[in-house]
């Protein structure tokens, strides 16, 4: 049979991303233009800074991603965009190219989830085997997801307030990191340790929801309190301090999750995904599980925002012939 091609767009955040995925896990192109320097001075995204920068990006991003991968328009079986939840003004950049591709071309159009995307980053070089349980951290999100199969998706976790990814660049700030900050606490926290014991909120909660802002704020007020009194905190055992707070928690649901839903995979997805603290602890964890299910987690380069994982995801709604047409639009608040 013939190999099914998705030309697949990601511009929900800072990332201007176009790759082009052969049978949902083969990646032929995944050009990835990041908008960070732009964006740092001003501490995070700015959303008008992003969608000019997508325009501006986006046409060359597409010709270099199909030039990688060698094909041509006519091969294409479906063009995939994220729309949605993101920036709207970002994401409605790629929705047009995408459509705009799609009307030219005649081609079938598949709108994604973004989480869905995340997740899908492990069906790329390898399989996911459902059920599959998956742990999606990042910038905007904090969620344990449920899969049945490849198409159905159960959030039965869920952050109350700020995402992870959201908490080390807020407390970032007050360390002077530059932003995004997450893999510098990381590498910091590596050369710190758990020396300020801050709290670990709804870790005995038997739900699988997450609060970030409370240690957020233990952090902050221990900050201030110190430069209040002119002393100075080492500042790798506070980063160690909040991670190992984060992984906890993560982990602690997370492996509760596991017993209960008995995955067959267990998926590490998102930005966050990337924290070597995380990842380490959670497949050391799981490999002392009596029942192991398969761990996928994903390389650094498909754990943040790319275009790959949306072809990825697009690949499983092509073969339940999940199409939009021409008036599809972007859902800043879409929900999986
Ligand atoms: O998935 P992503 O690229 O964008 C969103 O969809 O949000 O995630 C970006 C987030 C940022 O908050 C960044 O600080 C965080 O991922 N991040 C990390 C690490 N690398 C990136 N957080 C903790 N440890 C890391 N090594
Ligand atoms: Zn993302």
């Known amino acids: 049979t013939k190999d099914n091609l998705i030309l697949a767009f990601e511009t929900s955040c800072d990332e201007t991303s176009v790759s082009v995925v052969k049978n949902g896990h083969e990646i032929l192109s995944n050009?990835?233009?990041?908008?960070?320097?732009s964006h740092r001075r001003f501490g995070g995204v700015v959303p008008e800074i992003a969608s000019r920068h997508h325009i501006e990006v986006i046409n060359q991003v597409m010709t270099e991603a199909m030039a990688e991968a060698q094909v041509d328009y006519d091969d294409l079986d479906a063009v995939a965009v994220t729309k949605g939840p993101g920036l709207v003004g970002a994401l409605l950049v790629g929705v047009a190219a995408a459509k705009s591709v799609a009307l030219v071309e005649q081609k079938p159009l598949i709108g994604v989830?973004?989480?869905?995307?995340?997740?899908?980053?492990?069906?790329?070089?390898?399989?996911?085997?459902?059920?599959?349980?998956?742990?999606?951290?990042?910038?905007?999100?904090t969620e344990l997801v449920y899969l049945t199969d490849e198409n159905s998706y159960e959030i039965i976790g869920d952050t109350r307030d700020d995402a992870a990814g959201e908490a080390y660049d807020k407390i970032g700030r007050v360390?002077?990191?530059?932003?995004?900050?997450?893999?510098?606490?990381d590498e910091m926290a590596h050369q710190g340790s758990d020396t300020f014991h801050f709290p670990r909120a709804m870790m005995e909660d038997d739900d699988y929801d997450f609060s970030f802002s409370g240690l957020k704020s233990a952090f902050i007020n221990?900050?201030?309190?110190?430069?209040?009194?002119g002393e100075t905190l080492d500042q790798n055992d506070l980063a160690?301090?909040?991670?190992?707070?984060?992984?906890?928690?993560?982990?602690h649901?997370?492996?509760?999750?596991?017993?209960e839903y008995k995955?067959?995979?267990?998926?590490?997805?998102g930005g966050v995904a990337a924290n070597q603290g995380l990842r380490e602890r959670l497949a050391t964890k799981i490999s002392k599980l009596p029942q192991q299910p398969k761990v996928i987690i994903p390389p650094l380069r498909l754990c943040g925002d790319n275009a790959a994982m949306i072809g990825a995801a697009a690949y499983h709604q092509f073969k339940a012939q999940d199409f939009a047409d021409l008036t599809l639009n972007a859902d800043p608040?879409?929900?999986?």
């Open 175 to 185: 360390l002077g990191i530059k932003y995004p900050a997450g893999k510098t606490i």
């Open 31 to 37: 050009v990835i233009a990041t908008q960070i320097k």
């Open 263 to 269: 995955p067959e995979t267990f998926i590490l997805a």
């Open 222 to 229: 221990t900050v201030h309190h110190a430069d209040q009194l």
């Open 113 to 141: 989830d973004h989480i869905a995307g995340h997740i899908n980053a492990a069906n790329l070089d390898n399989e996911v085997v459902y059920p599959a349980l998956a742990l999606v951290v990042s910038g905007g999100h």
């Open 240 to 251: 160690a301090s909040f991670q190992a707070s984060v992984i906890d928690v993560l982990v």
């Open 333 to 336: 608040s879409l929900e999986l």
């Open 253 to 259: 649901k997370t492996l509760r999750a596991i017993a």
